[in-house]
């Protein structure tokens, strides 16, 4: 263990690795992993919750490599060092006139590790973050720069790769003109409401979150963020009242819930990148079913109520399109996502969730790659039938195992 490297951002993992390289170029990145004397693995910015980064090795972060974003000629990819923050990036982009399709609850995450383990944000009609990498570079097991492209027949693979076949420098985003949104916050959604119009529920916006306690008489809360150029029915939502000023969330560390219009990045995530994000001193997991299944699936979840109040922080609810990742949370299916920001009460948390992932099991259930589960070999390959195809992947790129660590090779990755 080495203090030196410490902890993930929530102090939910201590690291074991041995040591830890900050690269500063390409060419160090190559370096760390040429004059490697035992396993490798690529750190992010650390906003995971679980052992996913570790190594008993060494650590190599990009996230000082210089991003130098680039468009293309075109204006609709973005080149970029992949340890740029997600609201680094969006502010070059909106000084470009250039905005991202989608973001996650938070700015501050580096857009690697986000791609790294399928980070996705709330919306019909959006995918994970990872669906606009249009290409991506990559330092191999021998230390070679390597790129892969979205044509590439493999690159369902790369993309939400957990790490496990190098260390990505660079990645190309799909991006578009920037656009306007306004967000509102609404106060008590019925729950037989959500169950019975839980896709009116859903497409009342852009982006639309729950937040709640599961025990709670009515769905707490319902944000509901918007593009102006956007045309939505939000009338399920009409006997729905608006939160008074008092009532919205911290109006310091979230971004404006008053129904104003701005652009794009002090929307669409729900933190600004110049402030102290979430609450900090708590634990997340997240499980994803099919949104066919939603209704029931958050049914099943309410039945627990009583057990999982006492140690949760809030719920989030959001949706996210299907996509064509191998190991992505939506791989092949319309998505609804079920989040909890626990507590630090460990110990509970950490015996609650079997039963959670029992209630949830019957709607082929999935866990967030960066977050608290209890998942095991034989769950993760029921939940991912792309498995043995990205395994096979990473055994082609790394016979050797070089990026792999214990979190891969308990959940049957490699
Ligand atoms: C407050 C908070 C809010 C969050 N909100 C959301 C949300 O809205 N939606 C959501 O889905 N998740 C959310 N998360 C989870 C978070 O997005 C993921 O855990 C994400 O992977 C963290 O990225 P990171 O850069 O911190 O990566 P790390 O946690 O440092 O690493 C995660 C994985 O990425 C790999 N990785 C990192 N950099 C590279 C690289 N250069 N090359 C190859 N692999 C790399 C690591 O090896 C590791 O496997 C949130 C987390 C926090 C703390």
Redesign the pocket.
Known sequence: MSDAIGE???GTHRFHARDLVRARSVAEVQEAVRSRTGPV?????????ND??DTAGTL????DVPPEPRLSATGDVVAVG??I?YGELAIWLEQHGRALHN????P???????????????GDRLR??ADAVRALE?VDAAGELQRVERDDPRFGGFVV?????????RVELAVEPSYRMRQRLHVGLDWDVLADRFDDVTAAGTSVSLFTHWGAPTVEHVLVKQRVDGSFDASVLDAVREAEAGERFDQVSWTPQDGSVGPWLERL???RLEET????D?I?S?YFVPRAHAPAAIAAVRELAADIDPHLIIT?I?TIAADDTWLG?ASGRDTV?I?F?WMRHDDAVRALLPGIEAALHPFDVRP????WNAFDDAGIAAAYPRLADARALYRDLDPEGV?S?A?LERLGVR
């Open positions: 993930t951002w929530a693995r690529a750190l992010g910015t650390r906003h995971s919750f996913v980064a190599v972060s990009v996230v992949a340890g923050r973001m996650g609850s938070l501050h995450i580096s857009v690697a590790g986000a791609v790294a383990t399928g980070t996705h944000g709330s994970l973050l990559f790769g957990l790490g496990a076949y190098g260390i990505v420098t995530p729900h933190f994000p979430s609450f900090g708590e997340q997240e989030e959001r949370p996502a989040h920001t967030h790659w960066g977050k990026f660590n979190y």
